[in-house]
């Protein structure tokens, strides 16, 4: 029996892998024993968590960013299915020389690590949707696509933490992307023009917003299934076995607020623990706190307030005193 140490990451901080080993350090330090297993939603964080849960390995490719200009992107493989993260092509903090203009933002880069991937076999290719730089309806990654072949029989899934519609993407995200308000504008009306040309309408399917409708780009063009990241990326890590033998859960991002409780990971494993062993206390190790966290708060067994690495430990130490000692 262990304490099953499950945080997101402390986003621009510090890693889900780096929280991990900083609160399982203070368990252990207090004489317990701590797995550690870091986890995502979709956004930052998933291709690490999915890559380590299946065992992929990482292959460098030569992508353009969101601006054209050439960077090098990893993918993962493992057998027949590839790990994508859009970020990492078509992200908002890539690296770029000129201009970052919303508008001419697109996801081409991405569509290339996609047809880099049906060249080396895959045959489902899982794409992590979070932190994109763009609102192009999918239209870059497709024309990648496209222009090698097509995806030849390959799967396509997205992950996302978000059921943003297709119309609304640019509302909502367009100003997290430097957008102003004439751009959201102009971005809005683009979209509603790719929605009608679409093979398929993805204007009232939830979760086609994602990524600046990439999911939905997808949805319409291959059939892509979209899927909440959270939920994915703890089955892919076997988290529900691994609960099955927890003496306590430890759950932990940058923020913890009203909107964590709303379909993000920490939401997630709460439902999970609360189906499959309500008997098991679930802590939260978080950078900050959100006021409007209000009655969730009475979720946790406690919530620690850590935003450094001693902090952090200090917490793993906190959490494994308060369990009850094993009889003797």
């Excluded at 949707?129 to 990648?144: L, W």
């Excluded at 993407?169 to 751009?183: H, L, N, S, Y």
């Excluded at 997630?268 to 969730?296: C, K, M, N, T, Y």
Aim: hydrophobic share 45%; proline share 5%; aromatic share 6%.
């Amino acid at each position: 029996m262990s304490v099953l140490v499950v945080p997101d990451s402390f986003k621009g901080t510090f890693s889900a892998a780096e929280v991990a080993g900083h609160i399982a350090t203070g368990v252990r330090r207090a004489g317990g024993s701590a797995l550690e297993i870091p986890v995502a939603d979709g956004g930052e964080g998933t291709f690490d968590a999915l890559c380590a849960g299946l065992d992929a390995m990482p292959v460098q490719v030569r992508v353009r960013n969101p601006w054209g200009e050439p960077i090098t992107a990893t993918l993962g493989l493992a057998g027949s299915t590839a790990v994508v993260e859009l970020a990492q092509a078509s992200g908002l903090h890539v690296p770029h020389s000129g201009d970052r203009d919303p508008f001419t933002a697109d996801t081409y880069g991405t569509g290339q690590l996609v047809a880099q991937a049906v060249a080396r076999g895959a045959r489902r290719i899982l794409v992590a949707a979070g932190g994109s730089a763009t609102t192009d309806g999918g239209t870059g990654a497709v024309r990648a696509i496209e222009e090698s072949g097509g995806l030849r029989g390959a799967e396509i899934t997205v992950l996302s933490d978000v059921t943003t519609g297709f119309l609304d993407a640019a509302r909502i995200f367009g100003p997290q992307k430097g957008a102003d308000p004439a751009t959201v504008e102009l971005l809005a009306e683009r979209l509603r023009q790719q929605a009608s040309s679409f093979p398929r309408d993805p204007s009232g399917t939830p979760g086609t917003g994602a990524a600046g409708g990439f999911s939905g780009g997808m949805w319409a063009h291959y059939g892509a299934d979209l899927v909440s990241g959270a939920e994915f990326v703890l089955d892919a890590v076997d988290f529900d076995t691994h609960l099955a033998r927890a003496t306590a859960v430890v759950v932990g991002e940058g923020r913890l607020d009203g909107q964590s409780m709303g379909g993000k990971i920490i939401s997630v494993i709460l439902q999970r623990v609360a189906a499959l062993a309500p008997h098991v206390p679930v802590f939260a190790v978080v950078g900050s706190l959100g006021e409007d966290l209000g009655a969730a708060r009475d979720l946790f067994a406690d919530v620690l307030v850590a935003s450094a690495p001693e902090d952090m430990a200090r917490a793993g130490i906190q959490v494994q005193a308060a369990l009850p000692r094993p009889p003797f």
